[in-house]
């Protein structure tokens, strides 16, 4: 299931967004904002430009309950970025895999940061699947829901952190 989205920073400069997505305390703040119940936050900053970030948290399902009698009460998601150096555009991009562990759930695909305007916007662009016969199509749409969320909540929390670094 193809899944898109767009996260706006329109005061921010690409460099700014790279500061802020690799900040391990906004990462944080961040799943708090997200309601996981468990976090962990790894970002290993490179000397030259590169940046892998991983997010893993623990997440109640809120799924319709046809959907938790697969996936249980909570999911346990691991999520992992990819950052490169800016291209001559001075974008960033970053390779996107997002898993469910113990699950056949998975979204690949890419973060790219680009500037719009007098700000930033990054596209979220993914490949979500559910490989389970027969119910992983309709099952797809409810774990694209859980990431729109979550793109949502990262929305709010970076207008509240830019705004609070201004």
Known sequence: MDVRAEINYPTATVEQVFALVTDPHFRRAVCEAT?????????????????????????????????????????????TEEWGVPNDLGQRQADLAVRVKGQPVKMTGTLLTQVVGDGARTSIR???????????????????????????????????WLGDSA
């Open 35 to 79: 309601h996981a119940l468990a976090y962990d936050v790894d970002v290993d900053k490179r000397l030259d430009g590169t940046a892998s970030v991983t997010v893993r948290r623990t997440m109640p399902a809120e799924v319709p309950d046809f959907v938790k009698k697969f996936v249980g009460e909570t999911l346990d998601v691991v999520q």
């Open 126 to 160: 993914g490949d979500l699947t559910v490989s389970m016969p027969f119910v992983g199509k309709k099952i797809e749409p409810e774990i694209a829901k859980g990431v729109l969320a979550a793109v949502a909540a990262e929305q709010r929390t970076a207008d509240r």
